[in-house]
């Protein structure tokens, strides 16, 4: 890499370790190549000041603040109340509040307006995610040359889904003025370029490039992946039936979510208390495990959703329950990650089952934690980006109760060959597609950028269209 990377996101890893496949994934990338890494301090002030340096562990990191206004109005309001629901197919949920895109893009500006004067023109920016969509855009404003990159974590908006946002004309400009638009799956690049070819001055070039007005950029998939082998390790170094005490009888099924509507919990319950209903007595006993750490708690639609799965878990086990026996557990708070690792290994099932996600690395953590000589059945939502790379799990409609229950019952009993051929399958690809891959491609993408602009710069001028 010639010049630095420069990575933006929401927020860095200021306290402590980074932990989490994403977060160590770029920390080691930068470690590695150096550079700088900006995004919000987490903490609220009267009044921002510039950007503050802050001890990096071999690269550099600037954070900023935000004053009340600003958290409420950009983070809570615009990117989790209106960008959030919109990409998750959930326009229902969407909360328009009258000045709250103005604070979202004033950020946005605000923050180009820091970052610009810290840009050499060979350096590379990563922008992440939904929180700074518009940020290319104003640094182009700015006056910045260098290349800039975007990764959209979560699923790309359709056209019909744009149709519920006021800003709608605006999004195609602060799309195209990255250079490069990493998306989750080759769904959500179809989603994108559905966009642009309904759009008075966009045209594709020959290689895939797209052109919208004067901008030339490119969208391409990066399916997103985990530390496979580090997390299989972890997950041996605990007994995960002995934390929860499981009696040998009793097999688990588990989910681990933040609790978001996007997630699809609420269905997940009631799949699971049809299959109780429905459950043979002669068949296994079953209990489902379900993690789900609280997040956006001040946004209105996370604390109904948290009603709605105390409500449903409440019921099922007032019904269900026996002496000595509770079929659902539902954990609402985060747990440390070695624990995580050797409860996935503990669990006959890993129900994923969201109405919509980018990717979902629980799927691969619960994949990578099996134990191959008898592996658990992972349940996957046609609906998860995950679910593009990982055929080989019971793939279904989180929609469908019924159908949910079904997969429950079938992954209890599954015979073992069964169980190993598909989690052969699935564990070799997060194995080989794993998070060091995704930055790799990512970025080797990223520097291709302009050398390949040019060539088709010269390609246009001789063909002129
Ligand atoms: P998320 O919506 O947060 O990520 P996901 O990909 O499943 O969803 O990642 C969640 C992470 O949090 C996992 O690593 C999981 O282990 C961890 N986690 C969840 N509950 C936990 C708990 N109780 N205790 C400890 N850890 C917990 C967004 C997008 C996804 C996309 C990722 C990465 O919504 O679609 O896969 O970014 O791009």
Same mark, same amino acid.
């Given at each position: 890499?010639?010049?630095?990377?420069?990575?933006?996101?929401?927020?860095?890893?200021?306290?402590?370790?980074?932990?989490?496949?994403?977060?160590?994934?770029?920390?080691?990338?930068?470690?590695?190549?150096?550079?700088?890494?900006?995004?919000?301090?987490?903490?609220?002030?009267?009044?921002?000041?510039?950007?503050?340096?802050?001890?990096?562990?071999?690269?550099?990191?600037?954070?900023?603040?935000?004053?009340?206004?600003?958290?409420?109005?950009?983070?809570?309001?615009? /990117?989790?109340?209106?960008? +959030?629901?919109?990409?998750?197919?959930?326009?229902?949920?969407?909360?328009?509040?009258?000045?709250?895109?103005?604070?979202?893009?004033?950020?946005?500006?605000?923050?180009?307006?820091?970052?610009?004067?810290?840009?050499?023109?060979?350096?590379?920016?990563?922008?992440?995610?939904?929180?700074?969509?518009? #940020?290319?855009?104003?640094?182009?404003?700015?006056?910045?040359?260098?290349?800039?990159?975007?990764?959209?974590?979560?699923?790309?908006?359709?056209?019909?889904?744009?149709?519920?946002?006021?800003?709608?004309?605006?999004?195609?400009?602060?799309? /195209?003025?990255?250079?490069?638009?990493?998306?989750?799956?080759?769904?959500?690049?179809?989603?994108?370029?559905?966009?642009?070819?309904?759009?008075?001055?966009?045209?594709?070039?020959?290689?895939?490039?797209?052109?919208?007005?004067?901008?030339?950029?490119?969208?391409?998939?990066?399916?997103?992946?985990?530390?496979?082998?580090?997390?299989?390790?972890?997950?041996?170094?605990?007994?995960?039936?002995?934390?929860?005490?499981?009696?040998?009888?009793?097999?688990?099924?588990?989910?681990?979510?933040?609790?978001?509507?996007?997630?699809?919990?609420?269905?997940?319950?009631?799949?699971?208390?049809?299959?109780?209903?429905?459950?043979?007595?002669?068949?296994?006993?079953?209990?489902?495990?379900?993690?789900?750490?609280?997040?956006?708690?001040?946004?209105?639609?996370?604390?109904?959703?948290?009603?709605?799965?105390? #409500?449903?878990?409440?019921?099922?086990?007032?019904?269900?329950?026996?002496?000595? +026996?509770?079929?659902?557990?539902?954990?609402?708070?985060?747990?440390?990650?070695?624990?995580?690792?050797?409860?996935?290994?503990?669990?006959?099932?890993?129900?994923?089952?969201?109405?919509?996600?980018?990717?979902?690395?629980?799927?691969?953590?619960?994949?990578?934690?099996?134990?191959?000589?008898?592996?658990?059945?992972?349940?996957?939502?046609?609906?998860?980006?995950? /679910?593009?790379?990982?055929?080989?799990?019971?793939?279904?409609?989180?929609?469908?109760?019924?159908?949910?229950?079904?997969?429950?019952?079938?992954?209890?009993?599954?015979? #073992?060959?069964?169980?190993?051929?598909?989690?052969?399958?699935?564990?070799?690809?997060?194995?080989?597609?794993?998070?060091?891959?995704?930055?790799?491609?990512?970025?080797?993408?990223?520097?291709?950028?302009?050398?390949?602009?040019?060539?088709?710069?010269?390609?246009?001028?001789?063909?002129?269209?």
């Amino acid at each position: 890499m010639s010049g630095r990377l420069i990575v933006v996101s929401n927020r860095v890893p200021s306290d402590g370790p980074p932990s989490g496949g994403l977060v160590v994934a770029l920390h080691e990338t930068l470690q590695a190549e150096g550079g700088l890494w900006i995004g919000t301090s987490g903490e609220t002030v009267e009044s921002p000041g510039p950007l503050r340096d802050i001890d990096g562990d071999g690269y550099k990191m600037k954070v900023f603040d935000l004053t009340n206004d600003e958290y409420e109005g950009y983070y809570l309001s615009y /990117a989790n109340s209106v960008l +959030w629901p919109l990409c998750h197919r959930r326009s229902d949920l969407i909360s328009l509040s009258a000045g709250s895109f103005d604070v979202y893009d004033g950020v946005n500006k605000r923050l180009a307006e820091m970052i610009a004067p810290l840009v050499e023109p060979d350096d590379l920016v990563w922008v992440h995610d939904y929180h700074f969509m518009p #940020l290319a855009a104003h640094l182009r404003e700015q006056g910045v040359k260098a290349t800039i990159g975007y990764f959209h974590h979560i699923p790309f908006p359709t056209t019909h889904d744009l149709g519920a946002l006021p800003e709608r004309k605006h999004f195609p400009d602060w799309i /195209a003025a990255f250079d490069l638009v990493g998306l989750q799956t080759q769904n959500d690049v179809s989603t994108a370029l559905e966009l642009y070819r309904g759009l008075n001055g966009a045209e594709m070039a020959h290689d895939g490039s797209l052109y919208y007005h004067d901008r030339r950029f490119e969208v391409h998939s990066f399916p997103i992946g985990i530390d496979g082998h580090a997390f299989h390790a972890s997950a041996k170094d605990q007994d995960g039936r002995a934390l929860l005490n499981l009696s040998p009888q009793e097999q688990l099924v588990i989910g681990v979510d933040r609790l978001d509507y996007s997630k699809g919990l609420g269905n997940r319950f009631r799949a699971f208390a049809r299959y109780l209903e429905t459950r043979k007595d002669d068949e296994p006993k079953a209990a489902l495990l379900q993690i789900a750490p609280p997040t956006r708690e001040e946004v209105q639609a996370y604390q109904e959703v948290r009603e709605e799965l105390e #409500l449903i878990a409440g019921r099922e086990n007032g019904i269900h329950s026996e002496l000595g +026996w509770t079929p659902i557990r539902y954990i609402h708070r985060a747990i440390p990650r070695d624990q995580l690792a050797s409860l996935y290994r503990a669990a006959t099932v890993g129900l994923v089952t969201p109405v919509a996600d980018g990717m979902n690395l629980v799927a691969k953590e619960y994949v990578a934690a099996q134990d191959a000589e008898d592996p658990g059945v992972l349940i996957l939502s046609a609906f998860a980006g995950a /679910a593009e790379q990982m055929e080989a799990a019971l793939i279904v409609n989180p929609y469908d109760i019924e159908e949910m229950a079904g997969a429950i019952r079938q992954a209890l009993s599954m015979p #073992l060959k069964e169980r190993q051929d598909r989690h052969k399958w699935l564990f070799k690809g997060v194995i080989e597609d794993d998070v060091a891959n995704w930055t790799q491609s990512y970025l080797k993408t990223l520097q291709g950028i302009p050398a390949r602009a040019a060539a088709q710069a010269e390609r246009m001028s001789l063909y002129p269209a």
